[in-house]
């Protein structure tokens, strides 16, 4: 095995202080055992907790983020998402690259021009296994 990539919500040290509400993400599945498979590995995160029909998945001790909860239902995903997951990185190739590898699916690249208020931004969206959308995004410099 080789070195694991680190969660990307590492850099929300801070949330605790903006957040005081405890946030927990839930993604509706048909295979659970799938979507568990991919997702710690995407994340870098851990089995929680874990009951016939859901899994909860946190990051590990030295990192921080919101959990995870992977929800076994029986209808198929229809749409596209309303609202979806997206994370920083320093190296957008890579983790796309990596992301596919572990079975997330390209659908399209984008961009923001920068402003007085935000930077460039570039991103990639994806699908996991399940065709969940997923953006992964790095700032220009």
Same mark, same amino acid.
């Given at each position: 095995?080789?070195?694991?990539?680190?969660?990307?919500?590492?850099?929300?040290?801070w949330?605790?202080?903006?957040?005081?509400?405890?946030?927990?993400?839930?993604?509706?599945?048909?295979?659970? &055992?799938?979507?568990?498979?991919?997702?710690?590995a995407?994340?870098?995160?851990?089995i929680?907790?874990?009951?016939?029909?859901?899994?909860?998945?946190?990051?590990t001790?030295?990192?921080?983020?919101?959990?995870l909860?992977?929800?076994?239902?029986?209808?198929?995903?229809?749409?596209?998402?309303?609202?979806?997951?997206?994370?920083?990185?320093?190296?957008? &190739?890579?983790?796309?690259?990596?992301?596919?590898?572990?079975?997330?699916e390209?659908?399209h690249?984008?961009?923001?021009t920068?402003?007085?208020?935000?930077p460039?931004?570039?991103?990639?969206?994806?699908?996991?296994?399940?065709?969940? &959308?997923?953006?992964?995004?790095?700032?220009?410099?």
């Amino acid at each position: 095995m080789g070195t694991r990539s680190p969660g990307p919500f590492t850099s929300l040290s801070w949330l605790p202080t903006l957040c005081p509400v405890p946030l927990s993400i839930s993604l509706d599945c048909n295979d659970l &055992e799938a979507q568990c498979a991919f997702w710690t590995a995407a994340l870098g995160y851990e089995i929680a907790e874990r009951a016939p029909e859901h899994v909860a998945l946190a990051p590990t001790a030295s990192d921080h983020g919101p959990r995870l909860y992977l929800n076994r239902v029986p209808e198929p995903k229809t749409v596209k998402n309303r609202m979806h997951l997206d994370w920083d990185v320093d190296d957008i &190739e890579a983790e796309s690259k990596r992301l596919a590898r572990l079975g997330a699916e390209y659908v399209h690249r984008d961009s923001l021009t920068a402003t007085a208020q935000a930077p460039a931004v570039e991103w990639i969206t994806m699908r996991d296994p399940e065709g969940n &959308e997923f953006c992964v995004e790095q700032v220009l410099a």
